[in-house]
């Protein structure tokens, strides 16, 4: 029975990461640059909520729908002044280094409003749980909400991927640009959106992690935003699905290296796998062969 | 009429000047073609009148639009549609979404749907495989893709850049059937090829393109029949 235990806890953890995953791989997928800065906005999103509440003598929700339109904004606002510009550049390392820089500029923000000390975080899910199985098993509310959330989110990106002319619009974008613009379709505006959504999906993330891990600090993001990385990686960068796999397999692992291996050995094992799939898939698990232009 | 007139066009890529000011025109109802070798400037001409490259000086007047000056994602609207060189269909989609793709700007759904049985009816092929992913299709069939994606905004001037590349001479010839019926239609095409030969036969009007200048323009049937052009394009 622990055992089920350790794997709803890790499949929740794995939610986590892939909603956080999303966020980078559809930017990646559309804008062919990794947002370094992915897992900051986790954090900014919790700064929002914690103050938010506090403010309104912990009403979370009012914090939540704050801290999406915030993020949602702060990823376009990150996407116009300090990646649009850098579209183009003549090296790709240009944005990835202003993507790292966003990334300390908004931990240090964070720095010089909150200080250093961490902050208790209360959770956004009132909600205890359920007891099954007379007491055995116990599942936390936090941890079914961050399932079903996350399972929405797939369904909702996947159903306005596939039915919606915007979604349309995305996807030919993120194949050639150019025969995008052909098209009619506005490609900044795309990327623009794309942002959007990611950042809003950050923000979601962020409620959810800090609710199950309820201390935060202004480097909160940083270690979901790496692991999230190489749960994209790790199910194939661009892929939506490859995101989701990847992030629920990267939770599980290492929620049960934790449990049964060493605590101290998890976040090796989990990178260790990273290694190992991309030896032997070098596209991660759904991700697609890159064909060469001749 | 003038559907389309470039004045004195020119173009850079860093110090290099790819177009040197180069003026044409296309009537309404016209065939054009742009003939010229590798390295030219058909592409980099078309790209310009798409705004997927600015111009570095000179005018694109389009149906009085000021093309230089437009966005790319907007020229589409203005009823100009480009089949690009090498297809560049959306090959993660399929071949009914990439048609939906081409009529991203419209918003008439009932005559949508009327576009698209008419080019189901030019291309039997892409309704067969419309709900095939369009990178699965041969090279042809990517090209009659690309070409129903451009019509299906509508277009009354249709770019083609190299249509014929690639293709085995069957699909040539159907190729340059369908560039006919198109034009029969009323759609006004400004042709890009590399196959002269076959693009003389079809346009009223050509022009020759050399390194960025304008060389030769004129009826199509006499630069078939120039000693010249025949020597440097025609193989002769």
Redo the contacts between chains.
Sequence with gaps: MSFLTYLINGLSLGSIYAIIALGYTMVYGIAKMLNFAHGDFIMVGCYIIFSVSGAMSGNSAVGIIVAIILCTLLGVTTEFVAYRPLRGASSPLAVLITAIGVSYLLENIALLIYGADIKSFSSVVKWEGLSLAGGQLQIQGVTIVTIVISVVILIALQLFINRT?QG??M??AS??K??????????NRTIALTFAIGSALAAIAGALLCSAYPSLSPYTGAMPGIKAFVAAVLGGIGSIPGAMIGGLVLGIVEILSKTYISSQLSDAIVFGILVVVLLVRPTGILG?KVQEKV | MAILEVSNLSVYYGVIQALKGISFHVDRGEIVALIGANGAGKTTTLHTL???ISADGGKINYKGHDLTKT???????LGM??V?EGR??????TVL?NL???A??RNDKNEMEETLSVIYKRFPRLEERKNQLAGTLSGGEQQMLAMG??LM?HPDLILMDEPSMGLSPIFVNEIFDIIQAVNRDGVTVLLVEQNARKALSIANRAYVLETGKISKEGDAKELLNDEAIRKAYLGE
């Design positions: 002319k349309q619009a996807l030919a194949e050639d150019g025969a995008a613009a052909l098209m009619g379709i506005n490609v697609k | 798409s705004g997927l966005p790319s994602h907007n020229i589409v609207t549609a480009q690009p560049r269909v959306f090959s993660e989609m979404q939906k793709m081409g991203y700007t994606r451009a905004s």
